[in-house]
């Protein structure tokens, strides 16, 4: 398996515009986990699906942001507008929940997106 | 206060040397311990867990719960230019619980 898929890599762009950024999850892998890190606030969860439902969204700072799983294989995080503050780098992780042993919710994460926002 | 409490560093020891990397927390709730391992320009990955209060050792890593004091401990003997990078503690519930991450401890290991 390639493990988990998130493009793009890097993306800056200016303040206002919309940002997209895509994930797909490992295959088999029944949740999947949007994480946001930062120097600062180091790693944050951010929004969390299981079968493709999103399941807790706690973690969303505010209604700039929403993220969505059409299906098992694919996931988008969109911010719209864009703010210098969301410059971070945004991490996709999956895993198989419930643990097929007794673990420790076991997640796989991406290379990640580095954003940066002018 | 965080949930979960861990030193930014950096640390820098001499290849050969024992590193010690700590965590606290305060919810009683968590079960579950984990120490993730995050190279530069890459995402974390999972090192070792455990569950509950105790050791467990995985070659040179060592990891150590004391529920207790709410403190976790991750010890790597013979530590090797290879193990640098940021160490992350993470802890979660029962059941369905978000992960919480410690801000992460970034180790330099010199030759």
């Known amino acids: 398996d390639a493990g988990v898929i998130q493009s793009p890599r890097h993306e800056v762009t200016e303040m206002g515009q919309e940002v997209t950024l895509r994930c797909k999850p490992i295959?088999?892998?029944?949740?999947l986990f949007w994480y946001r890190q930062t120097m600062m606030r180091g790693l944050e969860l951010l929004i969390y699906?299981?079968?493709?439902?999103?399941?807790?969204d706690s973690g969303m700072p505010e209604d700039r942001f929403s993220a969505k799983m059409p299906n098992a294989s694919f996931s988008t995080l969109k911010i719209q507008p864009s703010e210098p503050r969301d410059s971070a780098v945004y991490f996709c992780?999956?895993?198989?929940?419930?643990?097929?042993?007794?673990?420790?919710?076991?997640?796989?994460f991406g290379a990640g997106s580095r954003l940066t926002v002018l | 206060q965080k949930e979960v409490e861990q030193d930014p560093g950096p640390l820098s020891v001499p290849e050969g040397a024992i590193v010690s990397l700590n965590c606290t927390y305060s919810n009683s709730a968590f079960q579950y311990f984990m120490w993730y391992r995050q190279y530069s320009r890459k995402g974390p990955e999972l090192l070792m867990y455990t569950y509950s209060s105790g050791n467990k050792e995985d070659g040179r890593f060592t990891a150590q719960v004391d529920k207790s004091s709410k403190y976790i401990s991750l010890f790597i003997r013979d530590s090797q230019p290879s193990d640098s990078a940021t160490y992350l503690c993470?802890?979660?519930?029962?059941?369905?619980?978000?992960?919480?991450f410690g801000i992460g401890t970034k180790l330099q290991v010199i030759p």
């Open positions: 295959s088999g892998h029944n949740s």
């Open positions: 992780a999956s895993s198989l929940v419930p643990e097929p042993e007794a673990g420790a919710n076991v997640l796989t």
């Open positions: 993470a802890m979660r519930g029962g059941g369905y619980q978000k992960v919480t």
């Open positions: 699906f299981n079968n493709n439902v999103p399941i807790d």
